[in-house]
């Protein structure tokens, strides 16, 4: 066994198993799994509870404003593998992945100002190394010296059918078309907006699971890992 403990950023588009991909990285490895995507998510459900999202319309300079009265830190759940997200001491996990988060997140995260809190954070999150950080913006931004840098994707209509069959098993009441429309829009708003849009990092390798199992993103994963530890 190595005793490097390194940087791992997974970069890419929104419902292609980025999480689930880290997760099971960082349970292999003994590393940290840090989901970025749930930080930007927490943000946005505060500000939809506390009145600056009216009608799916985001008032940022209300968001901006409220930026000093949210404390986001994340407690491991041993149950669950992976550390759940809490906003000023409640556990937010289980309510920021409805579908009203996911149409406002992206109006949210291009806010200048919440990407600079978040980015601050994550930075002195993974500053030791031993970290898998998932986002849109590590291997570019927060982690741009990352000594493994991935970027997952996989057809649009493939990533839709996964995230609502994960909603409509919570017994959310979605439909497919709604989803899809969901992950293109917010593909098309996290690459266009104007601040860290997402995008490729030039020494990151592409990972297009469309039609790969968990198993063999694994595989492909380990044959990676290993280049990077043996230089
Ligand atoms: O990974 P996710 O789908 O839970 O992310 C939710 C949104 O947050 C996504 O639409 C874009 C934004 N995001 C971001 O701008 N930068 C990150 N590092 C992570 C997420």
Redesign the pocket.
């Known amino acids: 066994m190595d005793n490097k403990r390194i940087i791992i950023a997974i970069?890419g588009h929104?419902?292609c198993g980025?999480?689930t991909f880290a997760k099971a990285i960082a349970a292999r490895l003994g590393y940290i799994f840090i989901?970025?995507?749930?930080?930007?998510?927490a943000v946005?459900l505060y500000a939809q509870e506390n009145g600056a999202i009216l009608n799916g319309i985001v008032d940022e300079e209300r968001v901006e404003a409220m930026l000093k009265d949210i404390e986001i830190d994340f407690r491991f759940n041993a149950q669950r593998g992976a550390s759940d997200i809490y906003v000023n001491g409640d556990l937010v996990e289980g309510k920021?992945?409805t579908i009203e988060v996911?149409n406002s997140?992206?109006a949210?995260?291009?806010i200048g100002a919440v990407?600079q809190m978040?980015?601050a954070m994550?930075q002195q999150m993974g500053r030791k190394g031993g970290v898998v950080?998932?986002?849109?913006?590590?291997g570019t931004v927060?982690f741009p010296n990352a000594e493994l840098k991935i970027y997952m994707t996989a057809d649009a209509m493939v990533r839709a059918e996964r995230r609502y069959k994960e909603l409509t098993a919570k017994g959310d009441n979605v439909t497919l078309d709604e989803i899809y429309e969901n992950v293109v829009s917010?593909d098309k708003?996290?690459m266009s907006?104007a601040i860290?849009p997402?995008r490729k990092a030039d020494d990151a390798i592409v990972l297009d699971n469309s039609y790969m199992s968990v198993e063999e993103q694994m595989t492909w994963f380990d044959e990676q890992y290993q280049r990077v530890i043996n230089g």
């Open positions: 970069d929104s419902s980025k999480s989901d970025t995507g749930a930080m930007y998510r946005t920021i992945r996911s997140v992206s949210v995260s291009s990407r978040l980015v994550q950080m998932d986002g849109r913006d590590i927060v917010r708003a996290d907006r860290s997402l």
